[in-house]
């Protein structure tokens, strides 16, 4: 099979590898494609706790694609069974995953890519963040994750800001539903003032930061009211944050850091996805901008890395 290998920092090469075998719990699945993750770019960059070269087909973990072999004691998913899949390597046509990771797709998501890890995690960051109806809620950072979570947010009744340093990104946010935009550029205490001009005067019930910055985390900070909260959806790397603790504490906020790593929350995420996709309340395909073939991946990782105009969302897609 091929499988993309991550030499080094910014290199990667498709090679041919054995088709593993599943072992007992587990299935193969012959992969359609994955999405691209920020949470790759560590790896793409360099970041220096990795050693290289990675193990073939990683760090992709956001496939989808059939169920084809069984391991021992597995009875279902059936092979054929088109699945999303949590699997690491997902770069690569065929992936091991355990049989309780795997998710069936129902036949009305047929013919479209759909890497349910992120849309799972949306879900979930969504759950934690327990926004009512009529809540003042402010979304700073409006990415792939962002723009789906200012979604559910007008779904469920909130009214949203949507903040976002690209203007093509506040673009996204509008169209997600957001009553207004902000620009995340004029600093935390202008926003402050933007968010009390919008919410007659007081600061946001929750404040939902999906930026992955130390500039994003400080902006956030300042715009939850007094018992408000505080969601970090963002996927913070390279090192350690300051936060404005002194902030934090005047203001009693609920700090939640609203990432998952039981894969039982994982699972419950991508199912809860399926069924918002489904019933309307998500629409996930216009917010994939960008679609590649797998010996393109290093062009996928490097329009991540730099978001040009126009960019949310990659998916490699595999020719099998």
């Not at 087909?57 to 956001?62: D, L, T, V």
């Not at 309780?100 to 129902?106: D, E, G, Q």
Request: aromatic letters at 6%; one cysteine or more; a neutral charge.
């Amino acid at each position: 099979m091929s499988a993309a290998v991550l030499t080094a920092p910014g290199r990667v090469r498709l090679d041919r590898v054995r088709r593993p075998d599943p072992g007992p719990g587990q299935v193969r699945i012959r992969l359609e494609g994955s999405g691209v993750c920020g949470s790759d770019l560590a790896q793409w960059r360099g970041a220096p706790w990795f050693s290289y070269p990675l193990p073939p087909g990683q760090p992709g973990h956001e496939g989808w694609g059939e169920v084809d072999a069984l391991g021992s004691g597995v009875e279902a998913p059936a092979p054929g069974t088109r699945v999303a899949t949590l699997a690491i390597g997902a770069y690569a046509n065929y992936a091991l995953d355990h049989a309780s990771a795997v998710v069936p797709l129902p036949d009305s998501l047929a013919d479209r890519p759909f890497p349910a890890e992120p849309l799972g995690c949306a879900m979930n960051v969504f759950r934690r963040s327990h926004v009512a109806p009529d809540d003042a809620v402010v979304v700073v950072g409006i990415g792939f994750l962002g723009a789906l979570l200012t979604r559910l947010a007008v779904v469920a009744g909130a009214r949203v800001m949507a903040v976002s340093r690209r203007r093509f990104a506040r673009d996204v946010g509008k169209q997600a539903g957001a009553e207004v935009v902000a620009e995340l550029d004029h600093g935390p205490a202008a926003l402050e003032e933007w968010v009390r001009d919008w919410n007659s005067g007081r600061l946001a019930d929750s404040v939902i930061e999906v930026t992955g910055t130390q500039s994003g985390l400080d902006a956030a900070s300042r715009l939850p009211r007094v018992r408000g909260r505080l969601v970090i959806a963002g996927y913070h790397q390279g090192g350690p944050r300051t936060v404005d603790l002194q902030g934090w504490n005047w203001r009693g906020l609920d700090v939640i850091n609203a990432h998952e790593r039981d894969q039982a929350e994982y699972v419950r995420g991508m199912r809860e996805a399926i069924t918002a996709v489904e019933t309307g309340r998500l629409d996930p395909w216009p917010l994939i901008t960008h679609t590649f073939p797998l010996d393109l991946l290093d062009q996928a990782l490097d329009m991540a890395r730099s978001r040009p105009d126009g960019f949310l969302k990659a998916v490699v897609i595999h020719d099998g």
